[in-house]
Each structure stands twice: as C-alpha cells, then as structure tokens.
C-alpha cells in the first residue's frame, strides 16, 4: 500500500506518493533517507513527525508497537477542553477531566496510511525545484464581463 508523505520546511509543505518498503518498521522520531522514499529526494535526511492509519487514528510516540490501544488522556495532545456530554455551552476546564482515546502505537506499519516528516538535512536541489506544481500562487479567475 503507498505511503502519502506530507513533507514540512519553512512553513511549506510538499506531498508525494512513496511505495517503498523500507519505511514499515521505523518509529516516530527516526530519521531516513530521502532516496528510500523517492527518487527525486536523493541527498535529503527527512525525520518522522507523525502519522495516521487506515482508519484515520493518529499514531503517538508514547505507545509502543505498531497496534492500536486505548488510552487515557488529561488536557493536552488529542484532548478537547471540554466533556462530550456539556455540548457547546461554554464551561470553565473541569479539573480532573479524562478521556479515553484510541491512537495507534510509534512503530510505522503496513496499515500506516499518511506520513508527517521534516527536513532534518537537505539535498542539493531546493523542494520547490523538485514538486514545481505545489506550492504556487493561485492565479486570479477571470471574471466574464456581460455586454
């Protein structure tokens, strides 16, 4: 199944398509090289940020293995400020509030869908001379003019 590889520099970000093998396996946090996930990104050291699965779940670098678990959050990563059941009136944040989530553990595998990465070394051609299609301005629409 192909990776989406979203990669991130400077508040750009460019996206490919990767059938490569050699990612299942790696954790979040490691790095590798550009030229295992595409051709074109040879000289590029890129470093796992994230990753969701199949089903949408975000893969968190706190859980070990490649499986799915159920896990219990306080405020923060993945944790919205306020219960379900309150709906949206507003409320102050209830201390001690937990819930519990279902996120898949570090280890990239086969049902890994969508890959986050940075540039932790760059190669010797810029990324926008790699993707020239991304990235651009939106040209202005021609507004037809009635007679």
């Not at 396996?25 to 796992?48: A, Q």
């Not at 959050?73 to 059941?85: A, D, I, L, Q, S």
């Not at 570090?106 to 991304?134: R, W």
């Amino acid at each position: 199944m192909p990776f989406k590889v979203n990669i991130s520099q400077k508040g750009k970000s460019w996206k490919l398509e990767s059938t490569s093998e050699t990612i299942a396996g790696k954790k979040l946090g490691d790095t590798i090289e550009g030229s295992d996930v595409s051709d074109s990104l040879e000289g590029y050291t890129l470093k796992i940020t994230g990753a969701s699965d199949i089903s949408g779940f975000p893969h968190k670098a706190d859980v070990q293995g490649p499986e799915m678990k159920r896990v219990m959050f306080t405020y923060g990563w993945g944790m919205h400020k306020r219960p379900r059941k309150a709906g949206k009136k507003a409320r102050q944040n209830i201390d001690g509030l937990r819930l519990r989530k279902t996120v898949r553990g570090q280890q990239i595998s086969e049902k890994t869908v969508q890959l986050n990465c940075i540039v932790a070394k760059q190669g010797s051609k810029q990324l926008a001379e790699i993707f020239p299609d991304q990235n651009q301005p939106k040209a202005k629409a021609e507004v037809a003019v009635a007679p």
